[in-house]
């Protein structure tokens, strides 16, 4: 068992991994707009689609907020030999560094890419689960921040319904509170689709 300090010190810099800001920094660089202040308002790769108006630089913000995710893991599992509570300690440094960047004033993402990047490091079935879902009802109600949010909730009840087959305890707990903090940022969108709904529903009624 390592000392309270070590896992300290494994949170602190998988925090800081994960609160590079890849969008706010290529956005910036870009085109000199502040993420944070277009669309969304998201620092993430879809946001980054609005604010850029370019695929080439949304797919880089996804590639390298995929890979914030998945090198540390990587290396703390093939070097470090981690327990499950230094397992647990990496990915949540990494998400919340992630979703409240001390360099943003703590604006971040929403964590979909650098949380599939932790769990394609430790169980890619996870990430093929969640997307096959997302695609589901993303083909249905055409919204992918609803689409995301169903399959971010539905992700934890697939692996436990699956898991004497598929996975363990210690990847449900993962998935568990990894879904808990992403379903949690996608709620403050809630209103946001609501007033666009209504904004939707007035312009039709006054055609």
């Known amino acids: 068992m390592e000392s309270v300090l070590f896992y300290l010190l494994i949170f602190a810099i998988a925090y800081l991994f994960g609160s590079f800001p890849s969008a706010f920094l290529l956005i910036k660089l870009t085109t000199h707009k502040d993420i944070r202040e277009q669309g969304s308002g998201n620092v993430g790769a879809m946001n980054a689609l609005r604010a850029g108006e370019s695929k080439p630089v949304a797919v880089l913000v996804l590639v390298l907020d995929l890979l914030k995710g998945a090198l540390p893991v990587w290396y703390v599992q093939i070097y470090l030999k981690p327990d499950f509570l230094l397992l647990i300690f990496v990915f949540l440094g990494l998400l919340l560094g992630h979703l409240f960047p001390v360099w943003l004033k703590f604006k971040g993402g929403r964590g979909l890419a650098v949380a599939a990047g932790a769990m394609l490091a430790v169980q890619p079935l996870l990430v093929l689960i969640w997307l096959v879902i997302w695609a589901i009802f993303f083909a249905v109600i055409h919204k992918h921040i609803v689409a995301s949010m169903v399959a971010t909730f539905i992700l934890p009840i697939v692996v436990y319904f699956t898991k004497d087959n598929y996975f363990d305890n210690e990847i449900l707990v ?9 379903f949690q940022r996608h709620l403050a969108r809630i209103p946001d689709l609501v007033e666009e709904k209504r904004i939707k529903i007035q312009n039709g009624a006054s055609k």
């Open 174 to 182: 993962i998935t568990l509170f990894v879904c808990i903090l992403i």
